[in-house]
Antibody
Framework: EVQLVQSGAEVKKPGESLKISCKGS????????IGWVRQMPGKGLEWMAI????????RYSPSFQGQVTISADKSISTAYLQWSSLQASDTAMYYC????????????WGQGTLVTVSS | QSVLTQPPSVSAAPGQKVTISCSGS????????VSWYQQLPGTVPKLLIY???MRPSGIPDRFSGSKSGTSATLAITGLQTGDEADYYC???????????FGGGTELTVL
């Protein structure tokens, strides 16, 4: 069974850095791109970025370019999303999901990581 | 403002049919596959339709998708109270070189 397991909830202060993770299992991690989706409280889904774990090629939504960094370590089948300086507006649920390049879909999804940024 | 436009909400009675539209442009829907996602309250989004009109295993045939030009439609027949959820369309946008979602549609089964 293909499964994505994300790291636990985080509570951070503005200005702090953060790196959340997403570990894939049940499939060849390097065969599929993997990405991140943001959902702010009470709001819709926002496509953030994807990475090809095989060669680390990335694609970012213009809305998130320069705001976050996506990375992956294929040796441990894990993708990451990181911030260098969090803001209160980064408070959201973040989902990772496998991206089917060329077919334009996310499936399956991780369970989500809630990030809360508050002073 | 989302690149893909969906109605904020739709509603219908149990047993009825409802359609949810997703409008885009030639840089996204017009030239790329469309997928649909269902997000039940408090849960993780789930793939409902892929490749415009294909259902993953386990998705009932009450759910169907279609695409014409730069618009896509999700149809749900035989509505059940358990279908109450937010529904999102998604695709790739060649101009942005990134994926995009619609703003989401809240379905209420009256």
């Amino acid at each position: 069974e293909v499964q994505l397991v994300q790291s636990g909830a985080e509570v951070k202060k503005p200005g702090e850095s953060l790196k959340i993770s997403c570990k894939g299992s049940g499939y060849s991690f390097t065969n599929y791109w993997i990405g991140w989706v943001r959902q702010m409280p009470g709001k819709g889904l926002e496509w953030m970025a994807i990475i090809n774990p095989d060669d680390s090629e990335t694609r970012y939504s213009p809305s998130f370019q320069g705001q976050v960094t996506i990375s992956a370590d294929k040796s441990i089948s894990t993708a990451y999303l990181q911030w260098s300086s969090l803001q209160a507006s980064d408070t959201a649920m973040y989902y990772c999901a496998t991206w089917m390049a060329g077919r334009e879909r996310f499936d399956p999804w991780g369970q989500g990581t809630l990030v809360t940024v508050s002073s | 403002q989302s690149v893909l436009t969906q109605p904020p909400s739709v509603s219908a009675a149990p047993g009825q049919k409802v359609t949810i539209s997703c409008s885009g442009s030639s840089s996204n829907i017009g030239n790329h596959y469309v997928s649909w996602y269902q997000q039940l309250p408090g849960t993780v989004p789930k793939l409902l339709i892929y490749d415009n009109n294909m259902r993953p295993s386990g998705i009932p045939d009450r759910f169907s998708g279609s695409k014409s030009g730069t618009s896509a439609t999700l149809a749900i027949t035989g509505l059940q109270t358990g279908d109450e959820a937010d529904y999102y369309c998604g695709t790739w946008d060649s101009s942005l070189s990134a994926g995009v979602f619609g703003g989401g549609t809240e379905l209420t089964v009256l």
